[in-house]
């Protein structure tokens, strides 16, 4: 049997962050983990998303800062043209080895 690596298996999102984060940022939240672990990061089973947003061009760009505990890792991550930004939400992704779930901490 072959391991499977984090991130990878069935996703799930709670109602939660159906509500607060449109569906194109989840997209590309779930796109940064697959990035991450093509380039031959070792990722936590919990990953955190701070999103916020910044001003550049006079545009408003939506900002991910992704972070994990161990081994520690912090990157930010910038999305334009997202519709509905996502602003002072924190998003988990956790990987229960079966699936992974995206959640907002509240949810837990």
């Known amino acids: 049997m072959g391991t499977r690596s984090m991130f990878s298996s069935d996703k799930y999102v709670t109602r939660g962050v159906n509500e607060v984060v449109s569906f194109e940022l989840q997209l590309h939240l779930w796109r940064i983990l697959e990035q991450r672990q093509e380039r031959g990061d070792q990722l936590d089973y919990l990953q955190v998303f701070e999103l916020s947003a910044e001003w550049m061009d006079k545009e408003p760009v939506q900002k991910a800062l ?16 997202i519709e509905n930004l996502a602003i002072g939400v924190t998003v988990w992704v956790i990987d229960s080895g079966e699936y992974a779930t995206m959640l907002l901490p509240e949810e837990y």
């Not at 992704?66 to 991550?77: A, T």
């Open 66 to 81: 992704n972070r994990q505990e161990l081994p520690y890792h912090q990157e930010v991550f910038y999305f334009d043209n």
